[in-house]
């Protein structure tokens, strides 16, 4: 009988509620992933991530960076970097982590970073994309996790997700229907980097 590959380790960094953090944690607690977080980190103290993983014991890491709203620093993500690296972590998840990935961490873990983004890319980059496709007047939107590279939602598409836009949306309703595609869609692109689908 051969071996089981060793669990997949997986860092996460977001700046948000942490909607696509517990998403991954519920698809874990019900054996459908075979992952394990070991460590969550924000560039917001109060973000609900941190709470998440504290709840279940999983190291956590504040980003304190005073100077840039966008990005990191270089020495603040140096540090970042030898925080994610002490971890052991073999993939960085984005999830909701409102900063541009920049050359150092890049660097430390070149195609190792991937991120979910409310759109379906190309289209709609940046920030709100489902206020941006509502505006468009398109007929449908989604979600798409790629790899993170040195641009704004740039990065090498790995899986996508379709949402119709129904009459008589708003944004809210929208975005609403969008997280639930992305809480789908993220655990299934984890289960493939679990079962060592990309090299």
């Given at each position: ?16 509620k ?17 992952v ?5 980190a924000s560039?917001?103290?109060e ?22 709203r966008t990005?990191?620093?270089?020495g603040?993500e ?6 994610l690296?002490a971890?052991?972590?073999?993939l960085i998840?984005?999830?909701?982590y409102m900063?541009l990935?920049?050359?150092p961490l890049l660097?430390a ?7 979910i ?7 709609f980059?940046?920030l709100e994309a489902w206020r941006?496709?509502l505006?468009?007047?398109?007929k449908?939107t989604?979600?798409t ?10 990065g090498?598409?790995i899986?996508q997700?379709?949402?119709n ?10 975005h609403a ?7 789908q869609l993220y655990p299934e692109?984890?289960a ?7 090299p």
């Open positions: 009988m051969p071996a089981l590959m060793p669990q997949l380790k997986i860092a996460v960094l977001g700046s948000g942490g909607s696509n953090f517990r998403a991954i944690l519920s698809a874990i607690m019900a054996g459908h992933l075979r394990t977080p070991v460590l969550a560039d917001v103290p973000a609900g991530i941190l709470t998440l993983a504290d709840n279940l014991g999983i190291p956590t890491t504040t980003i304190h960076e005073p100077k840039y990005r990191l620093s270089d603040v140096f540090s970042l970097v030898k925080e690296q971890s052991g972590a073999d998840v984005l999830a909701g900063r990935v920049k050359e660097e873990f070149p195609r190792r970073i991937i991120n983004h409310p759109s379906l890319l190309p289209s980059p940046g941006q496709a505006s468009a007047g398109v449908t989604g979600c996790v790629h790899f993170v590279d040195s641009g704004m939602d740039t090498e598409v899986a997700s379709q949402v836009i129904l009459p008589g949306d708003t944004p809210e309703t929208l229907r969008i997280q639930e595609a992305e809480h692109v984890l493939r980097f679990a079962r060592r689908e990309f």
